[in-house]
């Protein structure tokens, strides 16, 4: 239990360059093509604290609502880049330069 409040209080923002959506494409597609871009190019190696995702900032940031970004925020846990946590968020998972290979 103890573990669970560190990882809590250890847990920092982190400032992704996002832009809001435009109409061209589903909002989900393009939210999801906007956030793996973002998490790709943000320096998640820079602190050893993990890095959690707020959905509602991030809508706010992309100009969509929530919807499509949690559905955005679906597709990259299924493909690793994301963890979510059931009550605490999403949090951009760190991965290992052999799971990288």
């Known amino acids: 239990m103890s573990s669970e409040l560190q990882t ?4 920092t923002p982190l400032t992704l360059s996002l832009q809001p959506i435009g109409a061209s494409a589903s909002l989900r597609d393009q939210a ?8 790709a190019d943000a320096d998640i190696y820079q602190t050893r604290d993990e890095i ?4 509602r ?4 940031t992309l100009g ?3 919807t499509p970004v949690r559905e955005a ?3 990259l846990e299924q493909e690793g880049f994301l963890r979510m946590v059931p ?13 990288i290979v």
């Open 8 to 11: 809590e209080a250890v847990a």
């Open 64 to 66: 969509v609502s929530r």
């Open 73 to 75: 925020m679906t597709l």
């Open 52 to 55: 959690r995702l707020d959905e």
């Open 87 to 99: 009550r605490r968020g999403s949090y951009i998972v760190r991965k290992s330069k052999r799971e």
């Open 57 to 60: 900032v991030l809508s706010e």
């Open 32 to 39: 999801y093509a906007m956030l793996r871009q973002a998490i």
